[in-house]
């Protein structure tokens, strides 16, 4: 803290929160107050309130004198005055050897801790002064206690307690300006004072005892009187201490409160005052009894739990409160604590209680979730319940009377609501209420929903606001007629004249106004406009035309400088601008800019040089070897075009003068020096734009260009060392290249060894080789050493050697391996570049271990043969024998290897041998796959692989275990049980027909078709199968398959069975007809089958009698004589096939006909008879397949149409 010079800094311990006050009178200086983390400052102000201070803060305050205010010290401290670099410091430190009461601080535990917001000591009313002026707190930091004072700090017990801020939060009431208990301490403190002051007085006149080092300052407002003794000052604070602890102890002591009076929202409280405890003193004899001192109660509610976080809700002097705002059916949880002056007591034991339910809250307002013309559908949302269910809700409306009037439209548990027979485009009023074992809630604000309305009518045409180049402004009106409440929107249809597109939408919304963009100019466009709502569109209204306006021109084309420009003149010349803007150009304006640095700004300043018609102009006047930028730009009906593209122009300039012979930067190195120059004195009117330096080999005439470029320095390389080289300089600029500049000559110093030779290498054996190699030119300095990079790539060498030696062992190399070396050496110049990579193989040796073995699956144990035939037939038969199995080893007699091939060290693996523990070696050719035979089924056998050639074996694989699987099951034997000529019924095995849960045996049927391969038929469990649509009298045949777990068995023999042949169709019923004592019957004819002649059996029935054969032949027509004319006749015929190598096949026989006999009657009577007998005696002919198919197909369709009208009438509607 530093004010005009001084700091004055408190630093006491963090957890004692003592307070401190000073004695300010005014005067007009500030001071600072440094207040620390967890330290606290009160201060009183103008109007008698206290106010507290917590830190980190800095307070400015005004000085009475412009000194260090007195700082009030507490029993065991004292102050201490350092001066730093003229500022000085006030520190408030502890005092080793002070010790209250007469007891070791070091035996007394440490004092609860005060409340949060006052955790500092409160100044004493007698000693401090009102302050002039009190400003609000700034960000201040900590405090800066010595660290030698750190070790001897203690707690004192001794705590000051006085009046307590007012501000408080949650309504807190203010306490007095000064406690009358505190008061009355005080004075009894001033009284023993006094006493002692005259015991000591009378000892001389004006003498007195000095005030102890530990003693508060004297204050201003206390007698002149000589000051007490230390010691009684601190037996009086020392009891004053004692009674502070004392009423700690009370405040601990708060019971729990009393809930009583629950309601929904509201609860009573109230507790009983903390009563006094043991440790308070009994006053003495003569002394008055201490006044009951001021409580505070501060009320805290929870209703998160009993450790939830509790909200101050009441604070007062009021022994009971009353709890608002609180939610229904919620538990609660309430304590209390006390706070006395600077004390505050622990929270009582909290106390729980529920509040009641209530009824619901107020829902919100329905809302329109769909509607029509003539309903609406409403649907709300649930409110809070309080704690009782919501049963039932009540909607109601206003009948779209529009008045406040409300009707129940519905009452019930559902959240949404259908109402029917309404007007359309109408408003309707609606308010919700909920309802549960409480009561009613209160009903929502009443919401207006409207209907849907009709079409709306056409509007008029639209009109035009402002036209525009690019753009035109139109407006229309609302369709007359239509509702306030209707929401109408508009769609604007344009149209461009010639387009041939028609009306295109441009805007679809619901304004009344809209400005169509992106037009051509001058260009006429058809406008009509078209208003729809929620029910559909109108008709369009009628069309306007409209035009937009011309443009301006665009800028002259093609400006250029006509010819060659001269030193002081050029020429312009243009092109007239592409696009006129729909008017003729009636000026041209050519401007140049005048700014002569070249830097061309956009603030330059432009000149006009030329105004009129004609498309070029001259400028003169002009300095040489400057730059300048022209524009031209043209004038029209339809405004001024924007500006050409400024036209940079460069007049002629004089080639540059000599520049200075140019410097070495630096110590010259071996292969490079690094040249710097200063651009020439003379530019020649134009900015030098590059140079060109030439070089001098030793012991040349003749130089050559090193170097050409704008940069004033250049790196020459690729030079020798210890050589002398000279080097000239001449600039450029637009005009060519000036005189070159003096010569200069400069030494390169030595550099690194030549390039060695390439290396030889000598190989020792497959994993040895010995690499030498032959000293380089060292260019100045001895070779230190050789540097030896030797890799399997060219690209990827590393070093394998460093040293000073000339050649290098290397060992732990592959057989048959190519590998690349080279040589670098070294001196003190620096490092010399690589020899030429040299190529070496080392010699063959025996091939590598195989590493990686894997066994066959199933589908690639394939005979060779087999895997040959379908090599050579697999573009032809790809497709045809998709389904055809392939011809396989038996897994339980064959293993299936494959691996890959190891690395061969040089050498073609000729072979591989594989061991199989206890059997003879297999040895096999330059393969990687095979397949081992004759195994025993269900067999483990332990397999490993060696590769050979012609040097001798390799290493064996890693050994690996491979097993057999079981024998698969026998085909069975294949039987037809059932034929007929379309169909044949197979079976196999023993077993029932249906495949059983538990079957683990399977079976594959093939059948072999008109190619000769095999198809599948059935694969399953079952133990027959029905194979159909086949054809008569034809010979097929199967072959059978068993597989299980333990794979596919063999097939069985080909069975072959032949299908019968098909008997002839039904005939229909013959015709006839009656030829006076005869008979005539006709049937109809039915066409060979396959070759084979059909004819006919013709059988009659007379009477009760059986059918007797009448006719049998090839005829289709038979006359019966001599019938009698009282009996009835029956006729039947059926086919009769045929066959040449087999017995004849009967068909089945037609439906009957009837021949009645004829009637004697009148001629009327006999007449009708004969009508009646000739329609019996006519055949009743039966509905065809077609005709009944589309018989149910047209009672299918008549029945949808049916349903799909009750749906649209009853439903929908």
Not at 519 to 545: C, D
Not at 1008 to 1022: A, M, N, T
Request: net charge negative; hydrophobic share 30%; charged share 20%.
């Amino acid at each position: 803290m530093a004010v005009l010079g001084e700091t004055f800094s408190w630093s006491p311990k963090l957890w004692e929160f003592r307070r401190y006050n000073c004695d300010f009178n005014y005067k007009s200086e500030v001071i600072l107050v440094q207040v620390n983390p967890g330290e606290a400052f009160t201060i009183q102000r103008d109007d008698g309130q206290f106010q507290c201070i917590t830190g980190p803060a800095q307070v400015p305050m005004m000085s009475p004198n412009g000194s260090v205010p007195q700082i009030y010290v507490p029993p065991g401290y004292v102050q201490q005055i350092i001066e730093e670099n003229g500022v000085r410091r006030v520190l408030v430190l502890p005092q080793t050897e002070f010790h209250p009461g007469g007891h070791s601080p070091l035996h007394h535990p440490p004092p609860p801790p005060p409340h949060a917001h006052l955790q500092a000591f409160i100044p004493h009313p007698h000693i401090m002064h009102h302050p002039a002026h009190l400003y609000s707190g700034m960000a201040g930091g900590t405090g800066d206690m010595n660290a030698q004072y750190i070790s001897q700090y203690h707690p004192a017990h001794t705590t000051i307690y006085s009046e307590q801020d007012t501000h408080q939060p949650h309504g807190r009431a203010a306490f007095a300006h000064r406690d009358e208990r505190a008061s009355k301490t005080y004075e009894r403190l001033q009284k023993k004072l006094k006493e002692r002051q005259g015991v000591g007085g009378g000892g001389g006149g004006g003498g007195g005892l000095a005030l102890s080092k530990d003693s508060p300052p004297p204050s201003p407002q206390k007698s002149r009187g000589t000051p007490p003794t230390g010691g009684d000052l601190q037996n009086g604070l020392g009891e004053l201490d004692e009674e502070a602890k004392a009423l700690q102890e009370r405040l601990n002591s708060i019971c729990k409160p009393v809930v009583t009076d629950i309601q929904a929202r509201g609860a009573s409280l109230s507790w009983l005052a903390p009563l006094r405890t043991e440790s308070d003193k009994e006053p003495k004899e003569g002394e008055e009894i201490p006044s009951e001192p001021s409580f505070t109660y501060e009320v805290s509610v929870s209703y998160n739990g009993k450790d939830g976080k509790y909200k101050t809700t009441y604070s007062g002097v009021e022994l009971s409160a009353t709890l608002q705002d609180l939610r229904p059916a919620t538990d609660y949880h309430v304590r209390v604590h006390v706070m006395c002056n600077c004390l505050q007591g622990v929270p009582s034991e909290p106390v729980s209680f529920t509040t009641l339910s209530c009824k619901p809250d107020t829902p919100s307002p329905p809302r329109k979730a769909s509607g029509t013309k003539s309903s609406l559908v409403l649907q709300w949302k649930a409110p809070c319940d309080n704690g009782s269910k919501i049963q039932n809700y009540i909607l109601q409306w206003d009948e779209g009377k529009g008045t406040s009037v409300f009707e129940q439209c519905y009452y019930g548990p559902q959240k949404q609501y259908r109402l029917t027979k309404l007007l359309p485009a109408s408003r309707y009023s609606f308010r919700l209420a909920a309802k549960n074992d409480m009561g009613v809630s209160e009903f929502s604000e009443a919401v207006p929903i409207m209907t849907s309305c009709s079409v709306p009518a056409a509007p008029q045409n639209p009109e035009l606001v402002q036209p525009g180049v690019t753009w035109l402004c139109l407006r229309w009106h609302r369709p007359a007629g239509s509702p306030k409440e209707d929401d109408i929107s508009y769609v604007l249809e344009m149209e461009e004249e010639g387009s041939g597109y028609g009306f295109q939408a441009s805007y679809d919304g619901d304004e009344l106004s809209h400005t169509v963009r992106n037009l051509h100019r001058s260009t006429t466009y058809r406008f009509r406009v078209i208003a729809y709502n929620a029910e559909g569109k109108s008709n369009p209204s009628p069309v306007s035309e409209f035009t937009t306006a011309p443009d301006r021109p665009t800028c002259p084309c093609r400006l250029s400088v006509k010819g060659k420009p001269h030193p002081t003149s050029f020429r312009l010349t243009w092109d007239p601008p592409k696009d006129n803007g729909g008017s003729d150009v009636t000026k041209y304006v050519a401007e140049l800019s005048d700014d002569l640095s070249g830097t061309f700004q956009p603030g330059s300043s432009w000149n006009q040089v030329y105004s009129g018609l004609a498309m070029e102009c001259l400028c003169d006047g002009l300095s040489p070897g400057c730059s300048y930028q022209a524009r031209v730009h043209c004038i029209s009906a339809g405004g001024e075009s924007p500006m050409t593209e400024a036209l940079q122009v460069q007049t002629p300039p004089v080639p540059p003068g000599p520049c200075l012979p140019p410097r070495v930067v630096g110590k010259p190195k071996a292969r490079e020096v690094q040249l710097r120059w200063a651009p020439p004195l003379v530019d020649g009117g134009s900015v030098v734009s590059s140079y060109s330096v030439e070089m001098f080999a030793p012991q040349a005439e003749e130089g050559r260009e090193v170097y050409q470029g704008s940069e004033l320095d250049c790196t020459l390389g690729s030079l020798l060392p210890g050589r002398t080289y000279g080097f000239r300089l001449r600039a450029a600029n637009k005009a060519g290249f000036g005189p070159f500049s003096e010569r200069s000559d400069v030494t390169t110093g030595p550099g690194a060894p030549e390039a060695c030779r390439p290396p030889h290498v000598n190989c020792k054996s497959p994993t040895c080789a010995v690499i030498s190699w032959e000293a380089p030119h060292c260019n100045g300095a001895a070779v230190s050493e050789y540097r030896l990079e030797w890799g399997a790539a060219e690209g990827s060498m590393q070093i394998c050697y460093t040293g000073a030696a000339l050649s290098h062992e290397l060992r732990g190399l592959l057989p048959a391996t190519s590998y690349f070396c080279r040589v670098q050496a070294l001196n003190a110049a620096g490092v010399g570049p690589f020899s030429d990579a040299v190529l070496c193989q080392t010699p063959c040796s025996v091939p590598a271990a195989v590493s990686s073995v894997h066994a066959l699956r199933e589908s690639e144990m394939r005979v060779e043969s087999r895997v040959t035939e379908r090599v050579e037939d697999e573009e032809e038969e790809e497709e045809e024998d998709e389904e055809a199995s392939p011809l396989l080893y038996s897994p339980s007699t064959c293993l299936g290897l494959r691996w890959e091939a190891p690395c061969s060290h040089g050498a073609e693996i000729m072979s591989y041998l594989i061991d199989l523990g206890e059997r003879q070696p297999i040895l096999t050719g330059p393969v990687t796959k095979y397949i081992i035979q004759n195994l025993q089924p269900d067999t483990t056998y332990r397999i490993r692989i060696q590769a050979l050639n012609s040097l001798g074996a390799g290493p064996f694989s890693h050994t690996f275990k491979l097993k057999t699987k079981p024998l698969p099951p026998l085909p069975p034997r294949l039987e037809c049980t059932a034929s007929s000529h379309q169909t044949l019924r197979l079976k196999w095995g023993d077993g029932p027909g249906k495949a059983q849960s538990t079957d683990s045996l399977q079976y594959h049927l093939q059948m072999e078709d008109k190619i000769g391969r095999f198809i599948s038929l059935y694969k399953g469990p079952c133990h027959t199968h029905k194979v159909q649509r086949l054809n008569e009298s034809t010979s097929y045949t199967f072959r059978i398959q068993a597989f299980n777990e333990a794979g596919e068995g063999p097939f069985s023999t080909v069975y072959t069975f032949t299908t019968p042949r098909s008997p002839p169709a039904p005939l229909k019923a013959p015709r006839v007809e009656r030829v006076d004592e005869s008979c005539e019957v006709n049937w109809e004819t039915l066409p060979p089958m396959k070759g084979d002649p059909v004819i006919y059996c013709l059988q009659c029935m007379q009477g009760n009698s059986e059918f007797k054969q009448i006719y049998k032949g090839s005829a289709t027509s038979f006359q019966l004589p001599s019938l009698s004319l009282s009996t009835e006749y029956r006729f039947r015929v059926c086919a009769i096939r045929q066959c040449q190598d087999a017995p004849e096949i009967v068909g089945p026989y037609s439906s009957t006909v009837i021949l009645l006999p004829p009637r004697v009657d009148t001629p009327g009577a006999s007449s009708a008879t004969g009508s009646k007998a000739t329609e019996a005696q006519k055949p009743k002919r039966s509905l065809t397949d077609e005709q009944f198919s589309f018989l149910i197909i047209a009672l299918l369709a008549v029945t949808s149409i049916l349903i799909a009208v009750a749906i649209q009438y009853f439903v929908i509607e």
